[in-house]
Structure formats: C-alpha cells, structure tokens
C-alpha cells in the first residue's frame, strides 16, 4: 500500500524558513517522480514544486523561484521542500504527491499545514 | 487565481449528463495533449479520472469522459449519481518553467 506522510509544518514567522518532509512507502521510491501541492485557506490547489526519479531535474512554479528547493534521498524514500524567506500569502496546507508520471498524480498524503504569521 | 479557469459551480440530476470545462492558453492545454482529470470528495485524497485528454485510468467509471477543443479541455460524466458529487479539478502540462497548471475547481451538485 502506497503511503506518503508529511511532516514538519508548523507556524513561523514572515522571513522565516521551514523544511518539511515526505516519507514514502509501498513503492519503489527512486522510479517516481514527486511534487509539491499546496492549498491556501479557501483557495483552489496550487502546483509547488516537482522532482524526477533519480533527483536530476526539478521544477517550480514560477511565482516560488528562488524561495523553494525540493530534493529527494532515494536511500531514505524521502521527499524535502526547503521553504525559505516565507510570507503570509505560503500559508497553506502542503500535499506530498507521488506521480504517476511527470504530470499526472496518483497518491497523495494527508498534507501539512504551514502557517506564516507573527 | 488559477492558472486554468474552471467554473466554480455546476449541477445536474441523477441520470442526467453535465460538462465542467477548463480554459488554459496555447501554453499548456491548446499546445499539448497532457490534461487530466481529479475527482475529490470531501476530506479525501484527489482521485485521477482522466488522464491524456481522453484516457481514464483502470477502475474509473466509463461515465466520466474526457475531450479538448482548442484551448480548453472538458470532463463530462453521464448519468450523473449522486456519489458524483464532488470536487472536480483540472490539470495541464505547461511549456512555462512551472510544468503543471491546476485549474480553480469546480464543485458539482447533483441535485
């Protein structure tokens, strides 16, 4: 059974910095694609951040750029979105993703809440 | 606001048949094949539905079917019932550096 669990949401300061972690199970780790969902309160989904199998290409939306860096250790089936000079608009609920290919999506976690405030 | 446009609501009747629609530009749904489907219940994961325009994965319902035409996509489902109802959202590759556009969501009513 397919599981991703998300951790390392919590509250910060605006500026602040937070990594959260995804720890994947039920499936070969390294031959998947993973992303970065986020959902602001009472906002639609948006789209994070994407990283292929072996971890060499990643993506961002561009609105992130700069800000957010995924990363993967395919020895520990973990997936990590380091979040760095944060603002109250990335407050949100953010989803580990396993893909089914580099766009579609077919498992998701519970997701993390993060919330930026002071 | 969402990179695909979506109505926010949509309703039908058991039985009947309704369209959600998806907008996006030549960047993504009118220049690639790559636009798919997720059905989400309250409190529950998104489940994908279509995939590749017109492909639904093993295990969907032949009642959701999908098409594009230009720069928008459609999710129509057939002989709506009332375990239809649901959030239903849309997603496209995108040739900008972001790789996936998620549309706004349109909430379905089945009356």
């Known amino acids: 059974e397919v599981q991703l669990v998300e951790s390392g949401g919590g509250l910060v300061q605006p500026g602040g910095s937070l990594r959260l972690s995804c720890s994947a199970s039920?499936?070969?780790?390294?031959?998947?694609?993973m992303h970065w969902v986020r959902q602001a309160p009472g906002k639609g989904l948006e789209y994070v951040s994407a990283?292929?199998?072996?971890?060499?290409?990643?993506y961002y939306a561009d609105s992130l750029k700069g800000r957010f860096t995924i990363s993967r250790d395919n020895s520990k089936n973990t997936l990590y979105l380091q979040m760095s000079s944060l603002r109250p608009e990335d407050t949100a609920v953010y989803y580990c993703?396993?893909?089914?290919?580099?766009?579609?999506?077919?498992?998701w976690g519970q997701g993390t809440l993060v919330t930026v405030s002071s | 606001q969402s990179a695909l446009t979506q109505p926010a609501s949509v309703s039908g009747s058991p039985g009947q048949s309704i369209t959600i629609s998806c907008t996006g530009t030549?960047?993504?749904?009118?220049?690639?094949?790559?636009v798919s489907w997720y059905q989400r219940h309250p409190g529950k994961a998104p489940q994908l539905i279509i995939y590749?325009?017109?492909n639904r994965p093993s295990g969907v319902s032949d009642r959701f079917s999908g098409s594009k035409s230009g720069n928008t996509a459609s999710l129509t489902i057939s002989g709506l019932q009332a375990e239809d109802e649901a959030d239903y959202f849309c997603?496209?590759?995108?040739?900008?550096?972001?790789?996936?556009?998620f549309g706004g969501g349109t909430k379905l009513t089945v009356l």
């Open positions: 997603t496209s590759y995108t040739n900008i550096n972001t790789l996936v556009v």
């Open positions: 993703v396993k893909g089914s290919s580099l766009v579609n999506f077919d498992y």
């Open positions: 590749h325009v017109t």
């Open positions: 990283i292929t199998g072996p971890g060499g290409d990643t």
């Open positions: 030549s960047s993504d749904i009118g220049g690639y094949d790559y």
């Open positions: 039920g499936f070969t780790f390294s031959n998947y694609a």
